[in-house]
């Protein structure tokens, strides 16, 4: 009876020691940045402007980034980690009604940039960082820019999700 009683303790014994604790990363953690984008009034270069109707996609995406348009004069969205570029379509007027008079505009964005990965903890794996982030606009030859000018915002590097990284005036 004392060998099952020793034999019980020994491997209840092994099995706590074995345990270890959750690898869970804190939300508080800094982790890949998105980019940060604020939209201002061309006329009113100081004054932020809403665009209405909103929506963005990523080049040979098949979904936007938002699930409804959006009417905000700030947006945050990602890049990707995989590739040294990213090229965005950043639609107007997305997903009007059938009876509206206005037309939907697209305009494509263009950002390069070098991916530096950072490990943060066992927890959490690494993060990316982009650094030397650039921005170009690409002119349309059929139709009017809806947006007519963009400045990246220096230090050109992305490394947290406070900071606005790209102003976008139209």
Same mark, same amino acid.
């Given at each position: ?5 020793? $034999?019980?303790?020994f491997v209840a ?10 690898? =869970?990363?804190?939300e508080?953690? &800094?982790t890949t ?7 201002? +009034? ?7 402007k809403?665009?209405?109707? $909103?929506?963005?996609?990523? %080049?040979g995406e098949? #979904? ?6 959006? !009417?905000? *004069? ?5 890049l ?6 990213? !090229?965005? *379509?950043?639609?107007? !007027?997305? #997903?009007?009604p059938?009876?509206s008079?206005l037309?939907?505009?697209?305009? %494509?964005? &263009?950002? *390069? ?5 950072e490990?943060?903890s066992?927890?959490c794996?690494y993060?990316a %960082?982009? =650094? !030397? ?9 059929? *139709?009017?820019?809806?947006i ?13 999700? &406070? +900071?606005?990284? $790209?102003?976008?005036f139209?």
């Amino acid at each position: 009876m004392k060998k099952y009683l020793l $034999l019980s303790l020994f491997v209840a014994l092994i099995c706590i020691s074995s345990c270890q604790r959750d690898d =869970i990363c804190p939300e508080s953690t &800094q982790t890949t940045p998105k980019l940060v984008i604020e939209f201002f +009034d061309i006329d009113f270069p100081e004054q932020s402007k809403s665009v209405p109707r $909103l929506n963005v996609i990523a %080049e040979g995406e098949s #979904d936007y980034y938002f699930e409804e348009s959006t !009417n905000r *004069s700030s947006i945050s969205i990602p890049l990707r980690t995989t590739e040294n570029f990213t !090229n965005f *379509s950043f639609v107007r !007027n997305h #997903d009007l009604p059938e009876d509206s008079n206005l037309t939907s505009n697209a305009d %494509e964005i &263009q950002f *390069s940039y070098t991916v530096n990965l950072e490990y943060v903890s066992r927890s959490c794996g690494y993060k990316a %960082e982009f =650094i !030397n982030f650039n921005a170009v606009l690409v002119n349309e030859e059929e *139709s009017v820019n809806w947006i007519q000018g963009i400045q990246v915002i220096q230090p050109n590097d992305i490394l947290n999700e &406070q +900071d606005t990284h $790209l102003y976008i005036f139209h």
